[in-house]
């Protein structure tokens, strides 16, 4: 539990926000099939990442820190398969359906994946349907975890994906691999393309494009070559910032190095419906990913905006900051065809429409998204108190709205935030916020 007072100061100067949690966990996966060392450069060092480096180390992999951000990984020995695993995936979706197809396809490697009460309650149909088609053993607790795999020979698959989702076409590309064939995923909208832009890095034999089926992503069996990685800001992380400079008065704040990657940049389209104040700095790529720094300045007027189709995908995660920013925009703002944000780290539709409504924002729930009466005059001050449901991006954002309250915001549970950013507060105070002092 956490009690947050109004900031009384604008948020202004210069900050480095984490690395990116999506990138990291694949750098930590191709890392660990190099049979090589290699440097990985800013690692994120959230809870759902180590969890995807504790499991790789359980096989066998050696970690060594050289700094709190720098590490060496020594995978030359491979995996030990000599016993049966639990591995323990905590609060992370993303580790549990990128593992769930690597390891489908690891002949010999017979494991079982658990975690905590959010990860429970998630759908794992996704991943487990396409990998059974390519001849997975993997038992579930109807479709949910814990998931037991017994690893073995897969065979290529062609999938069209009935939802864009990264997690489930990197979950297939992992179990493709490892096959003699190739694997080729579909999808409407095109979602992060970060397992994608890895693996051509590391030489691996992919292509991308676009047909009529949809956005396509192609790989066959490959010999990776060892290369160091460097990873890129977390431009999910950086939402919270952005928003925060946004609608505290007299804010400008510089963030640097944030990936710009297009298919997680979304929140820069909306920015500009808004017409808020920012501009990219010093854009340059980073082991095949694009980077800039973002200076974002506080906009007195900020308009409504409408969250649909293509773009979903590439702001899915910001979903909830956006919707703060929504609320101090002048007049109404539209989010649909996001109906998969009510199988996040806890049900995001529900969970924001409460919490804006109960903070005194007319927002209307609908079955894929919502739709929120931006009022920036109308918001009245007043003592709250928001459950996060252990969802860290939720207390993020419910943060973000205590900026601006007048009376006390309590927070339940907020140290979930740990989950992806246990240096959130620290930033905020970098920036002169003053805790209500
Ligand atoms: C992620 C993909 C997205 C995103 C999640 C991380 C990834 O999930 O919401 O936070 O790293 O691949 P979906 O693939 O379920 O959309």
């Known amino acids: 539990m956490a009690i947050f007072k109004k900031n009384n100061n604008p948020l202004t100067g210069e900050i480095t926000i984490p690395s990116d949690k999506s990138i990291t966990h694949r750098a930590l996966i191709f890392s660990a099939l190099l049979k090589d060392k290699i440097k990985i450069k800013n690692i994120s060092l959230g809870q759902d990442c180590l969890n995807t480096l504790n499991i790789f180390k359980s096989l066998g992999v050696k970690y060594e820190f050289l700094s709190k951000k720098e590490i060496i990984v020594d995978s030359s020995k491979g995996f030990n398969l000599d016993k049966d695993y639990t591995f323990d995936c905590g609060n992370s979706g993303t580790t549990t359906r990128l593992l769930a197809g690597l390891f489908s396809g690891i002949e010999g490697l017979n494991c079982t994946l658990i975690g905590d009460n959010s990860l429970s309650k998630r759908p794992m149909k996704r991943v487990i349907e396409p990998l059974s088609l390519m001849g997975a053993d993997i038992k579930s607790n109807d479709f949910k975890i814990p998931l037991e795999i017994k690893g073995k020979k897969l065979n ?32 409407n909208h095109l979602s992060r393309n970060h397992s994608e832009l890895m693996l051509e890095y590391l030489k691996a034999n992919i292509k991308t494009g676009k047909e009529d089926e949809g956005y396509f992503a192609k790989i066959e069996k490959s010999n990776l070559k060892a290369k160091d990685i460097e990873i890129v800001g977390d431009i999910s992380s950086a939402a919270f910032f952005m928003v925060a400079a946004a609608i505290v008065p007299n804010s400008k704040i510089l963030i640097k190095n944030v990936g710009i990657n297009p298919t997680r940049s979304g929140i820069l389209d909306i920015f500009k419906q808004s017409c808020i104040k920012y501009s990219l700095l010093n854009k340059k790529t980073v082991s095949n990913e694009p980077i800039a ?13 409408i969250i649909q189709g293509d773009i979903v995908p590439r702001l899915i995660d910001e979903i909830p900051i956006l919707s703060v920013l929504a609320a101090y925009a002048d007049g109404k703002s539209i989010i649909k065809d996001a109906s998969d944000l009510r199988n996040k780290e806890s049900d995001r539709i529900k969970n924001m429409v409460d919490a804006l409504n109960a903070f005194g924002i007319k927002t209307i729930e609908k079955d894929d998204g919502f739709e929120i009466e931006g009022n920036k005059k109308g918001i009245i001050s007043k003592d709250i108190t928001f459950e996060t449901h252990l969802d860290h991006r939720l207390a993020m954002s419910y943060f973000i709205l205590s900026l601006l309250n007048e009376k006390n915001t309590e927070i339940l549970n907020f140290d979930c935030t740990n989950t992806s950013f246990p240096e959130f507060l620290d930033l905020f105070k970098d920036l002169g916020y003053d805790c209500g002092k």
Not at 293 to 305: M, R, W
């Open 156 to 187: 290529p698959i062609t999938y069209k994906s009935k939802i864009a989702s990264a997690q489930v076409k990197s979950s297939i590309l992992l179990a493709g691999l490892n096959t003699n064939g190739v694997t080729k995923t579909f999808e």
């Open 293 to 305: 720094d973002i200076l974002v300045e506080y906009t007195s007027n900020i308009k409504p905006f």
